[in-house]
Every structure is written in structure tokens, then in C-alpha cells.
């Protein structure tokens, strides 16, 4: 007896699915590699020199890690508390993290013991950075204040107190090492210049600030805070240019890639947008399993890096160019027993006889009721509630199957009215989904001929096939306009072609007088 070939289940298109140069290049990362941390990561930062390790500040250490290790290189551990914004200085070799405890340390990448300790904040420490010089950090803290420490004598050269709330993030100028900007969770954004006592501008963003971000010019300033992004223009004295709401959680940390090409931005609703930033669309958009709290993108976008709430920390990489290849090498087939038993270079002879197993098959439950000739059951079990809604092609391709052997009446027959019901609710939603509609519609159209006689015997049937009536009527009509349309421009062509070719052969004639 030959064997029972499955049902058929048609790949159709995914409906408004664009494929864009910049969906070609962010979906041209691996699987990501993840790994498990202490607690709840709240910084990422790369360093900015080769071979570019990234700081992981999680719980109470940062876990400094190689491009591709899993495992980290280098760990500080000497925080009483939870630390928090593990930066490295722009040569790389030196790293300052704030704490719990409100003091601020100083390390050497390449040792384990704090070289500097700076005290004087009163409270957690939540955004550490260094400045363009080299020489001086700049620290945010729940205390309301900021100040600007001098590395070699561990003191403070000036304290700003004109938050009113929790100052938790802000942004060094790398241009300048006197300008820096700072956010807090009273809405409002203040850019200072260390050698005056005050701010001298000072932005509302409207929601608890978390994140800022400079572009490379700092012409252009970048505020994350509730779920808005907002974008400041400075050199127009803190203009607003750009209010972006496509999260639907608080935004918790922003970046720049492709040479600041693109904008990336996290939530705690666990998704990553990607914005092109002439123009601040979204034109990607990355999905993680937990709440985002940190996220740092490698130079030249060669890893996205992301912490979440949940301790996992999730890395990406980016495909080599024969990875990425449509004509990647097919994975090698593993050796058979016979090779380990008989050599590499084994040929069978003529008198071998081959052995070999049945294959067993492996059939989806409509496929073995279909097997039985159970047809009202298989078409019950492809509308199960999963396959009505993740799966619309299965029942499709189950009504499709049912036609072509000629018992899709005997299916949809004899049904009582929550199994109409059923029926019918699918066919109302996906009837005119162009995908399915030429085989949605004979199954529509058998089940008025059996139904219509029971017509008044249930009043939720009744709502149903009404409904289904009205949908088939209006669907209709649509085509009729269609058709009419079409006839319209089909006229409109052949006229103007008509034209154009009158007009050349007068053109012919007059050169030949």
C-alpha cells in the first residue's frame, strides 16, 4: 500500500511585510549569544579601542568582556553596593563606575584594585563619564547634585545643585571638556560649562529624564524619558526638533550606529527601534524576551549588546561576508557507520545487500483523521483556536484538500451551532484576505446550500450567516468597481498606444515628401 502523502500547506506572503536595505542589514546578525549575569544590568559601554571589549555593570561588580568571549576577562568586584555606569575613558585604559554607597571609583583596566576613590555625594551615584581631557570625571547622583572631579587629587573642582529631583543620567561633550549636560526626574535637561557657576541652558523634556545622547557634531541633543525621544536642536538655544512615541513603555537608553547614520532606542516593552535620522523613521525594529535596561552597539555595528531586567545578557554579532552569502556552504553531512567500519574509501560490491530501516512518518492530527476518511473531525481539528490565529493557512489547506477529493460538504455537513459558529467566525475573518479568498469562497458557498433550510432555529447562526451574507455582498460590489475601473484603463491605454501610432506614421509620411 503506497504511502499517505501529507496535506499540502501553501507558504503565502506575509502581508505588508517590506524588505528594505536596512531590514537586509539588521536582520544580518547571528543567533544571539547569551549570558547569564549577577543581577539586573544597567550599563553597557565598548571601549573605544581595538579589539573594543565592552564593560557589563551588573549588581555589585562590571564584568568586562572580549568581543567574542562568553566568559569575562577582567571583573571588579571591590563595590559595597549595587554599582552602576561603568564607562572606560577614551584611551581605554582606564574605567570609572558610581555605586550605591555615592562613591566613585576609579580603576586601571588592566589591574583590580581601585586607584581612586572619590567622596563627597551624599547619595547613589547613577552616571559617571570622563571628559575630552583626559583629567576630570563628571558624576550625576540621587543627591540632586553633579560635580566635576580632577583625577590626580581625588577632590571636586566644582558642585552644581539646580536639580530639584534625582539626577541619574547625562552626556560629556568630546569637543570640549568644560561642557557637559545632565538629566534628572524633575523633566528638566541643563547644560553646564565648568567655568561658570550656573547652567546656561536648561530644556524640558516633559517626563522623568532617563537617557541623553550627543551626535558626533553636538549640534543635536537626544532625550529618552517616559516613552517619548525627543531630539534638541543646541545651537538654536535647546530648540525641540523631534518628538518620537513608538515605544509603549519608559525608553531606557538610546545609542547611535552606522556612523551615526542610525538611532537605536530600548524600552522596558522589550523592543529595540532603529531610526533613520534624516528623517526619524522607524525602519527596524529588535524583540528580546525581558525588559531592556542597557544597550551599547559595537563600531561599525559589528555587535548590539543588550542587558535586561532579568540578568541575561544578550549578544549579537554580525555575520561575515560568507555567512551572509545567499550561497552559504551546506553544512557537511556527518560520516556514516560504515565509513568508521570500513575506511573512508569503501566501495560496496556487487553481492552487498543494503539494509535499510522504514522511515516513520510523522503525520499533523487533521492528516491522520484525513488518513481514516474522518473528514468532519479533521476540519474540526485544523480550527482549533491556535490555528485559527497563528495558522489561517492550515485550515485553508485543509478546506482546499476536502474540495479536491470531493467531501467538503460531507465536512461542513451536520454541524451543530458551536461548531458552525466556529466555521463561520473564520470564514468572516479571512475571506477576503486575497491569499485565501478563491477557496474561502466555495466553502461559503456550500454552506449556505445546506444551512439555509435551519434559517431562524438559532439566533447566533442566524447573526453569522448574515454577517457572512452582508461580507459576500460587499465584496462584490468591490470587484464590480474593479472590473469597471479596469475596463476605464484599459480604454485609456489602447487610446493613447492608438494615438501614438497614428501620430508616427504621419511623421513617417512627411519625411518621405
Not at 37 to 59: K, L, Q, R
Not at 475 to 482: A, S
Amino acid at each position: 500500500m503506497a504511502s499517505y502523502k501529507p496535506t499540502k500547506i501553501q507558504v503565502y506572503p506575509k502581508l505588508g511585510e517590506k524588505v528594505t536595505q536596512d531590514t537586509l542589514y539588521w536582520k544580518n546578525y547571528k543567533a544571539p549569544i547569551q549570558i547569564k549575569e549577577f543581577g539586573a544590568i544597567t550599563n553597557i559601554d565598548f571601549s573605544p579601542v581595538a579589539p573594543h571589549n565592552f564593560a557589563v555593570t551588573a549588581f555589585t561588580r562590571v564584568h568586562i568582556y572580549g568581543p567574542f568571549s562568553q566568559e569575562p576577562v577582567k571583573t571588579f568586584t571591590r563595590f559595597k553596593d549595587t554599582a552602576y555606569s561603568g564607562r572606560f575613558r577614551s584611551d581605554g585604559q582606564l574605567l570609572v563606575a558610581g555605586c550605591e554607597d555615592s562613591v566613585v571609583r576609579l580603576f586601571d583596566v588592566s589591574g583590580r584594585v581601585a586607584l581612586r576613590m572619590f567622596k563627597g555625594h551624599t547619595k547613589a551615584v547613577h552616571f559617571t563619564d570622563f571628559t575630552s581631557d583626559h583629567y576630570q570625571i563628571m558624576t550625576a547622583s540621587d543627591d540632586y547634585t553633579c560635580r566635576v572631579w580632577d583625577i590626580p587629587n581625588a577632590t571636586a573642582v566644582t558642585t552644581y545643585k539646580e536639580h530639584t529631583d534625582y539626577t541619574r543620567c547625562g552626556v560629556t561633550s568630546k569637543l570640549n571638556r568644560d561642557l557637559f549636560i545632565t538629566g534628572s526626574y524633575d523633566h528638566k535637561m541643563k547644560l553646564f560649562d565648568a567655568r561658570l557657576d550656573k547652567s546656561v541652558l536648561t530644556m524640558d523634556h516633559g517626563q522623568p529624564v532617563e537617557r541623553l545622547l550627543l551626535y558626533p557634531s553636538e549640534a543635536l541633543l537626544v532625550s529618552a524619558g517616559g516613552r517619548y525621544v525627543k531630539v534638541w536642536d543646541l545651537l538654536k538655544g535647546g530648540q525641540p526638533l523631534v518628538s518620537l512615541k513608538n515605544h509603549h513603555k519608559t525608553v531606557t537608553c538610546l545609542h547611535l550606529g552606522s556612523n551615526g547614520q542610525r538611532l537605536l532606542s530600548a524600552s522596558l516593552d522589550r523592543h529595540v527601534k532603529v531610526y533613520n535620522t534624516s528623517n526619524y523613521k522607524v525602519v527596524h525594529n529588535f524583540d528580546y524576551a525581558a525588559s531592556i535596561l542597557s544597550l551599547a552597539v559595537a563600531p561599525n555595528d559589528k555587535s548590539i549588546v543588550v542587558g535586561m531586567t532579568n540578568g541575561v545578557l544578550s549578544v549579537k554579532h554580525k555575520k561575515s561576508p560568507e555567512e551572509s552569502g545567499e550561497s552559504s556552504r551546506q553544512t557537511r553531512r556527518q560520516p556514516s557507520y560504515r565509513v568508521f567500519v570500513k575506511g573512508k574509501n569503501y566501495v560496496p560490491k556487487q553481492d552487498d545487500f543494503l539494509v535499510s530501516k522504514p522511515v516513520k512518518q510523522h503525520l499533523a492530527k487533521y492528516d491522520k483523521q484525513l488518513r481514516k476518511f474522518n473528514v468532519s473531525q479533521a476540519l474540526d481539528t485544523a480550527l482549533e483556536t491556535w490555528f485559527r490565529h497563528k495558522k489561517p493557512e492550515i485550515p485553508v489547506a485543509v478546506i482546499k484538500e476536502l474540495d479536491r477529493r470531493g467531501t467538503l460538504k460531507n465536512a461542513l455537513a451536520g454541524r451543530d451551532e458551536q461548531g458552525l459558529s466556529r466555521l463561520l467566525n473564520f470564514l468572516i475573518g479571512n475571506l477576503t484576505d486575497t491569499r485565501f479568498t478563491p477557496v474561502l469562497v466555495t466553502a461559503a458557498e456550500m454552506i449556505f446550500e445546506i444551512y439555509h433550510s435551519v434559517i431562524g432555529q438559532s439566533s447566533v447562526v442566524d447573526r453569522h450567516l448574515q454577517r457572512l451574507q452582508d461580507l459576500l455582498e460587499r465584496e462584490i460590489d468591490y470587484q464590480q468597481d474593479l472590473v469597471e475601473v479596469l475596463g476605464m484603463l484599459d480604454t485609456l491605454f489602447a487610446s493613447s498606444v492608438s494615438r501614438k501610432e497614428v501620430q508616427s506614421k504621419v511623421l513617417s509620411i512627411n519625411n518621405v515628401h
